[in-house]
């Protein structure tokens, strides 16, 4: 498809789209910034909860590998590993991201709770 066709099929979907919708360029224009806004809010208020699960995810496959390896003789040297620093920074990390975790989903709770209706008798 040449680079004209494509244009112009472009221009035929923004078209389709402007009549299905009614909205002139200046409302689209809007409702993008709209969203980029509330993207970007997302993402502040959200990305450190994302970043805590993630890390939390890593750090707990990792402690399995490297720390508690499920054979015979990771059993027989789990004592010894676990004092290792590398795998006290693991629970570390497990433990806290466990409680960032659960602070969100405490907050993510007693927020909803406030768009509840109150039960009236």
């Not at 466990?98 to 406030?114: C, D, P, T, V, Y």
Request: overall charge positive; proline content about 3%; aromatic content about 18%.
């Amino acid at each position: 498809m040449s680079r004209c066709a494509e244009n112009l099929d472009l221009d035929l979907h923004i078209d389709l789209v402007k009549e299905l919708f009614g909205r002139n360029m200046f409302e689209w224009s809007a409702m993008k910034k709209a969203f980029i806004n509330y993207l970007n809010m997302f993402i502040t208020v959200f990305g450190t909860y994302l970043v805590w699960i993630c890390i939390h995810y890593a750090a707990s496959h990792l402690y399995i590998t490297y720390c508690v390896p499920g054979t015979i003789l990771g059993f027989l040297m789990a004592p010894f590993v676990a004092i290792m620093p590398h795998c006290q920074a693991l629970r570390w990390t497990i433990y806290y991201g466990g409680g960032s975790i659960n602070a969100m989903w405490i907050i993510f709770g007693l927020w909803l709770s406030k768009y509840l209706k109150p039960i009236t008798i």
